[in-house]
């Protein structure tokens, strides 16, 4: 088992958050190589779980990238040769999966995807409130642009905001953004 040096708290969040008898929509940014991957996908490794990195690429290309993963992940042939126009039916075959068992969601420079598309942030909130909230799911949005990740997702203006269980001055910010 890898140790995290002062990463206790920030894993002991996590575990809490899964264990939970409900969703989770977890953000997590700070500064560029601080561990906040390394962190995630130890928190991950053992349990049912998706990790996509998002890219500088346009939105179509995530979603397709995002969609081959997740068609990989639940070997669905059907996913893997087509051609996704919306992020909604990938949502979909996660939420459905996940009635058996929590499913953990990691999308990791997820500032990308918002850049590319600020339509993008909607679309995933209304992903979120009419089909996520209510599945066995744990969303976890992850990135290093601080500004952009903060204003994407916790700002009041971001349609996101609300979502996440906590917001910039919980531990976990804290602990991650040093």
């Given at each position: 088992m890898e140790n995290f040096i002062d990463r206790k708290k920030e894993l002991e969040y996590l575990e809490n958050e899964y264990q939970a008898d409900r969703s989770s929509f977890v953000v997590v940014y700070g500064r560029r190589r601080t561990g906040k991957t390394a962190l995630?996908?130890?928190f991950a490794k053992d349990k049912p779980s998706l990790y996509f990195l998002a890219t500088e690429e346009s939105e179509s290309e995530n979603r397709n990238a995002f969609a081959g993963i997740v068609a990989s992940h639940y070997n669905n042939s059907i996913l893997a040769s087509a051609k996704i126009n919306d992020?909604?039916?990938v949502f979909d075959l996660i939420a459905e999966n996940s009635k058996t068992q929590k499913q953990i969601i990691i999308i990791d420079e997820f500032q990308y995807i918002?850049?590319?598309?600020p339509a993008f942030i909607s679309k995933l909130q209304?992903?979120?409130d009419n089909k996520l909230q209510d599945s066995n799911i744990m969303l976890i949005l992850c990135g290093s642009l601080i500004n952009m990740m903060y204003d994407q997702t916790l700002s009041y203006n971001s349609p996101l905001?609300?979502?996440?269980?906590?917001?910039?001055?919980?531990?976990?910010y804290r602990n991650i953004l040093r």
């Open positions: 995630l996908r130890h992020w909604e039916p918002g850049k590319s598309s209304a992903i979120w905001y609300g979502r996440s269980r906590y917001g910039r001055d919980s531990q976990i």
